[in-house]
T-cell receptor, first 117, second 111 residues
Framework: GAVVSQHPSWVICKSGTSVKIECRSLDFQATTMFWYRQFPKQSLMLMATSNEGSKATYEQGVEKDKFLINHASLTLSTLTVTSAHPEDSSFYIC?????????????FGEGSRLTVL | DAKTTQPNSMESNEEEPVHLPCNHSTISGTDYIHWYRQLPSQGPEYVIHGLTSNVNNRMASLAIAEDRKSSTLILHRATLRDAAVYYCILRESGNTGKLIFGQGTTLQVKP
């Protein structure tokens, strides 16, 4: 099946630094990718929809200047948490659907756990 | 976004069938019914999806009510590895249709 890979799987950083998380579709092209965050014992919360070659669409309440999303190619989307603070510590998960497949399944990455000290 | 309602938790015995219900009374005609499951500290895993007809795959079966206002995910023989949070989600038609996760059902499987 299709594989989505995230890197890094975990990262620890100091408060005030920026962290970049990569999401790659390894064996398929993805015109659309989705970014989620998940706090302990909670469900996934959609942050933004990333479209190849255009600006991301952010969900209400998500700061676009804090969570920078870039989708430069059909196989790579990146999420940069700028000036991270302890409250940004979370599990970040990306997902992608195969280009051209309508309403098909989404493939999820393994997740990236961010801890901000 | 159309919402779904699931029980918070369910228990099952190993090697017995499990029926996980989901209500989606506000579903629109173009919404697909998706099921995913998530193990701790992992990304969600696709289970099955359908539109109107019942669906079967190697993991599970999806039974969709005739009026599409509810559905049931069926695990035919639960194993300990099936213990997870199961999410029933409506996905809009189209490649950009997003998945909005609810709280899901935590399934416990007892040996």
């Amino acid at each position: 099946g299709a594989v989505v890979s995230q890197h890094p799987s975990w990262v620890i950083c100091k408060s005030g630094t920026s962290v970049k998380i990569e999401c790659r579709s390894l064996d398929f092209q993805a015109t659309t990718m989705f970014w989620y965050r998940q706090f302990p014992k909670q469900s996934l919360m959609l942050m933004a929809t990333s479209n190849e070659g255009s600006k991301a669409t952010y969900e209400q309440g998500v700061e676009k200047d804090k969570f920078l999303i870039n989708h430069a190619s059909l196989t790579l989307s990146t999420l940069t948490v700028t000036s991270a603070h302890p409250e940004d510590s979370s599990f970040y998960i990306c997902s992608a659907s195969i280009a051209g497949v309508r309403a098909g399944e989404l493939f999820f990455g393994e997740g990236s756990r961010l801890t901000v000290l | 976004d159309a919402k779904t309602t699931q029980p918070n938790s369910m228990e099952s015995n190993e090697e017995e069938p499990v029926h996980l219900p989901c209500n989606h009374s506000t579903i629109s005609g173009t919404d697909y019914i998706h099921w995913y499951r998530q193990l701790p500290s992992q990304g969600p895993e696709y289970v099955i999806h359908g539109l109107t007809s019942n669906v079967n795959n190697r993991m599970a079966s999806l039974a969709i009510a005739e009026d599409r206002k509810s559905s049931t995910l069926i695990l035919h023989r639960a194993t300990l590895r099936d213990a997870a949070v199961y999410y029933c989600i409506l996905r809009e038609s189209g490649n950009t249709g997003k998945l909005i996760f609810g709280q899901g059902t935590t399934l416990q499987v007892k040996p």
